[in-house]
């Protein structure tokens, strides 16, 4: 059997704000559109996507939130609704999908012989979290693919950034191991946004498009030169500046999961891929991608 | 029973070990029985509502209240999903979440009612309002802790809702739902091995305690901050409950304190504590922040340098 490879690894945010503008028949509120620059970014990764050969997606989520460990959903299949807890009014999406359970044993069991404090989750009425199922479905709409959900340890507050990124690193590489071993070929997912601060109030119609920007400069500024090293292809130094990147934009970043992917992808020293930036109700939201394989990279924005 | 528009609070642990797993340890089932100790004395107050204030329900916009008179899922905790799934079914006083929204504008809050089929309420909730209030007896509303929010906003929040109790005539007990120190043992454990995880974090819990057992929850809510750096991990921003609690329950040091359990929870400080609004004063701390009454937003430091 060959050796299986990751055939693209993507930072996809997840605010639920993109899927309700999609108007998908599996989200209940109706929208009428908003947040284009991001959606058709996403749509054109989506393109791309359906033309590469790949058997699995692997999602880093920060919205399951793990303290004891990292947990890695463990059943064949899932099928719920999710409502997001912070926005119920914009996203209530009836999902049905279907997860590699082999090649997610085989990266827990990859992971907790790395010295990694891991646990399958079998419990069949676990909800899966809205961050997974946003990103997933801008990325595949079909739902067509199975996927693995890997929760995010939350060690940068328990411990320091510092040990979040070691923990992070570590983790990609028994995973890419993992997927080394297992012959397959795989799309790894890291769900989230850049910077994070929210505004506390939301215009009548979320997706008045007159109403949204960013934050604030910071914000801004920070998130351009974080995608500036992307698209130099400079990842060690991206995730050099991560600890004072997460605390001065109160990032997701702080859950590891593009350091996840990175420690995964062996540091991409190639320029990122960049489809969209945009802000979603104040936050900065870039989808990019890394692509192995010099042939099939892109320049797309 | 009493005249009080606040019964009686309650201050509970989040955590689902005294619901799913109260026999695994002594310490676990001591909680379960402070638990069903309550639940009795609710069910002999005069209360006519239940409001859930809980950390574990974290919101962006504004506050929002839980109003789905059917309130109705399975729910799995994150962490301890191995422990068992959660069934809820909870009746919540929609007209009474509508009343807290209309009052904690009026103080200038963004808030808003959620009333969603299948809406995931959190673990520490369906804890308290399971072992509380099995029967649903008595309707109840949870009210989410928002993220950015800190003592201010905190403060008018409670202040809100208390408003809201004396417009509607409503006896409310109110449940704090939150950890004392809040470090959890990052590894699995033998449940029968639980302890607090730290001398430190024991010590502080139980000066905490003594507070609690004085009555002095006004002076707890204005040690938040000194508790906040000591005892919790910086999840967020502040340490908010004792300032919600005081507030809802009048600012003062003028209760009967009871500490029914305290136990260590995979680590965490647990504690079922009630408090009884009763007359005479213990230990009043001079209050060195302001008594807010109206919130006034962000005050935008940022985009006011460099101006005239
Ligand atoms: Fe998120």
Redesign the pocket.
């Known amino acids: 059997m060959p050796k299986g490879k990751i055939v693209l690894g993507t930072l996809a945010p ?1 605010p639920p704000h993109v899927v309700y503008a999609e108007n998908p028949e599996q989200n209940e509120p109706i929208s009428e559109g908003g947040w284009e620059t991001l959606r058709w970014g996403y749509n054109r990764l989506a393109r791309k996507l359906e033309k590469i050969d790949y058997d699995v997606m692997v999602v880093f989520t ?2 399951w939130q793990t303290y004891i460990g990292t947990h890695f959903l463990g059943l064949p299949r899932f099928a719920s609704k999710s409502v997001d807890p912070i926005f119920p009014n914009i996203f209530r999406y009836s999902y049905d999908l279907k997860v590699d359970v082999e090649l997610s044993e085989l990266m827990c069991k990859k992971a907790s012989e790395s010295g990694l404090i891991t646990r399958m989750m079998t419990n069949p009425d676990f909800r899966v979290d809205y ?1 997974t199922i946003t990103s997933c479905h801008m990325l595949n709409p079909k739902w067509d693919k199975p996927i693995i959900t890997i929760s995010s340890n939350r060690s940068t507050h328990y411990y320091s950034p510092e040990v979040m990124i070691e923990q992070a690193l570590a983790l990609g590489k028994a995973c890419s191991e993992a997927i080394e071993e297992s012959g397959k070929k795989v799309v790894l997912v890291s769900s ?2 850049l910077s994070h601060r929210h505004f506390v109030t939301e215009s009548p119609l979320p997706e008045d498009m007159s109403r949204e920007r960013i934050y604030n400069h910071s914000q801004y500024v920070w998130d351009m030169a974080l995608i500036d090293l992307f698209r130099e292809g400079k990842m060690r130094e991206a995730i050099d500046i991560m600890p004072e990147f997460t605390e001065q934009t109160i990032a ?1 970043t702080e859950g590891g999961g593009l350091i996840w992917m990175m420690g995964a992808m062996g540091m991409p020293d190639y320029p990122a891929e960049i489809y969209g930036y945009q802000s979603v109700i104040g936050t900065g939201n870039c989808i990019a991608a890394w692509v192995p394989e010099a042939n099939k990279r892109e320049i797309v924005l | 029973m009493s005249d009080e528009i606040i019964q009686f609070g309650l201050y509970v642990p989040p955590h689902p070990h005294p619901l799913l797993a109260p026999d695994a340890n002594p310490g676990y089932k001591r909680l379960r029985e402070a638990y069903d100790q309550c639940k009795d004395r609710i069910e002999k107050s005069d209360a006519d509502i239940i409001i859930v204030y809980s950390t574990t329900w974290p919101s962006i916009i504004g506050h929002q209240f839980q109003a789905n008179p059917n309130s109705e899922w399975v729910h799995v905790d994150d962490d301890f999903h191995y422990m068992g799934s959660m069934p809820y079914s909870f009746t919540m006083d929609s007209e009474f979440a509508a009343r807290c929204v209309e009052k904690a504008e009026s103080r200038g809050l963004q808030a808003r009612t959620v009333n969603y089929d299948a809406f995931p309420i959190d673990t520490g909730s369906i804890t308290a309002l399971s072992l509380l209030n099995p029967d649903n007896r008595i309707p109840s509303t949870i009210v989410s802790s928002n993220m950015y929010a800190n003592r201010s906003e905190t403060i008018v929040l409670g202040k809100s809702i208390r408003d809201a109790l004396i417009e509607t005539g409503k006896k409310a007990v109110v449940v704090v739902v939150s950890s004392l120190s809040n470090r959890m043992f990052t590894e699995p454990i033998d449940p029968i091995d639980d302890r607090i995880h730290s001398q430190k974090d024991d010590d502080w819990n139980r000066k905490i305690l003594e507070f609690f057992e004085g009555g002095r929850l006004e002076d707890l809510s204005q040690l938040s901050r000194e508790i906040h750096g000591q005892i919790r991990v910086q999840k967020v921003v502040a340490y908010k409950p004792a300032w919600w609690m005081a507030s809802t329950m009048g600012q003062h040091n003028n209760y009967t304190g009871e500490v029914l359990a305290y136990e260590a929870l995979h680590g965490s400080g647990g504690a079922v504590i009630q408090l009884t609004p009763s007359h005479g004063s213990m230990g009043d701390k001079e209050f060195d922040e302001d008594d807010v009454e109206y919130y006034h937003g962000d005050r935008d430091v940022l985009d006011k340098g460099g101006t005239p």
């Open positions: 997840h920060p919205h961050g989230h946004s997701e």
